[in-house]
């Protein structure tokens, strides 16, 4: 079984940074597939972000070329960085191992004046 804890998260005014943290734990098998999703009020949730054991990504179109998701396999550990942040993208992020089926608890984001 493996944990997974975001951080980082925060209140941000538009056109700010944040950089989110998850790191697992808990298994001994070092994690494969990540992915970053998000959830805003009254939304469903949406993939943002996610990246292979190889590295290769994937994003999603609103946040193309603002997000980049990279991954430290030593420490088990994958971050979003996200720059020129708008408004809609206040939601709680929640990070994802998509083979073993665990979520985070996830963290706010809230862009704001």
């Known amino acids: 079984q493996v944990q997974l804890v975001e951080s980082g998260g925060g209140l941000v005014q538009p056109g700010g940074s944040l950089r989110l943290s998850c790191a697992a734990s808990g298994s001994s098998s070092s994690i494969s597939t990540m992915a970053w999703y998000r959830q805003a009020p009254g939304k469903q949730r949406e993939l943002v972000a996610i990246v292979t054991s190889l590295g290769s990504t994937n994003y999603a179109d609103s946040v193309k070329g603002r997000f980049t998701i990279s991954r430290d396999s030593a420490k088990n550990a994958v971050y979003l960085q996200m720059n020129s942040l708008k408004p809609e993208d206040t939601a709680v992020y929640y990070c994802?191992?998509?083979?073993?089926?665990?979520w985070g608890q996830g963290t706010q984001v809230t862009v704001s004046k």
């Open positions: 994802y191992a998509p083979l073993m089926r665990t």
